[in-house]
């Protein structure tokens, strides 16, 4: 059987989805007598890193319990910081990484002169004024198929092709700033490297005419601060 699960967790006490969250999966499926096979995710979240709607799939020969009572039942066998939404059995073809269509990733930030506590481990706490109105005129020019190697830091996926479609790049203020991103598929600390250089767009350390320079550079040096990893969250895969 092709299980798959709907997962949300907090990032803040684990260094990224492997081996962090997939170990305490992993444990609590054993725990439960469930042979499995090899866990694959829709997204690499990073240490710290939040999940909304993380998917993951796995094989497995048998149940011991239906497949309606999965979330219950190991849920109780999971850190309180991780918990399965939904489980269900798909055609052994589904693949969670490999038939991922598209993904939405939500960050948050917080520009107040003190955080609230509450927001510490959720929000990067920026306590600068930004021009918001500059920075929701920028995040237009990330939409579209483009190269975004300029915002791809060092490391395995500097070797690969970096083109991706973004659909959605947008920015509300609620009780923080809120950018919400929707694209294809996403490189390493893409998503965090995009917020931190409209965050400078917003604090003038970037002006808006330089965008076009950045992209064609293909030069990471160029374009903003990487967002801390705890105010971001994957918010919905789609398929």
């Not at 920015?171 to 490297?193: A, D, Q």
């Amino acid at each position: 059987m092709n299980i798959v699960l709907l997962l949300s967790y907090e990032g803040t006490r684990y260094q990224g989805f492997t081996p962090g969250i997939v170990s305490c999966l992993e444990k609590a499926l054993a725990s439960h007598q469930i042979t499995f096979s090899k866990i694959q995710a829709a997204s690499r979240t990073d240490a710290k890193v939040h999940a909304k709607g993380q998917v993951v799939n796995f094989f497995t020969p048998k149940l011991p319990f239906p497949i309606e009572k999965f979330p219950l039942i190991i849920n109780h066998s999971l850190p309180e910081d991780i918990r399965i939404l939904e489980a269900r059995i798909k055609d052994n073809s589904f693949h969670a990484t490999l038939d991922a269509k598209s993904k939405e990733y939500c960050y948050y930030l917080s520009t107040d002169n003190v955080q609230l506590p509450f927001e510490r481990n959720f929000a990067w706490h920026y306590p600068v004024a930004l021009d918001l109105t500059l920075m929701q005129k920028a995040s237009e020019y990330f939409i579209g198929e483009k190269d975004f190697t300029s915002f791809v830091n060092q490391g395995s996926d500097r070797d690969m092709k970096t083109l991706s479609t973004i659909t959605k790049c947008s920015i509300e203020k609620k009780s923080c700033v809120i950018f919400t991103i929707h694209g294809s598929h996403f490189h390493y600390k893409m998503v965090r490297n995009i917020v931190g250089t409209l965050v400078y767009i917003g604090q003038g350390k970037i002006k808006i005419e330089e965008l076009k320079t950045i992209f064609s550079s293909s030069d990471r040096t160029l374009s903003g601060i990487t967002a801390p990893a705890h105010g971001l969250v994957l918010n919905k895969v789609h398929y």
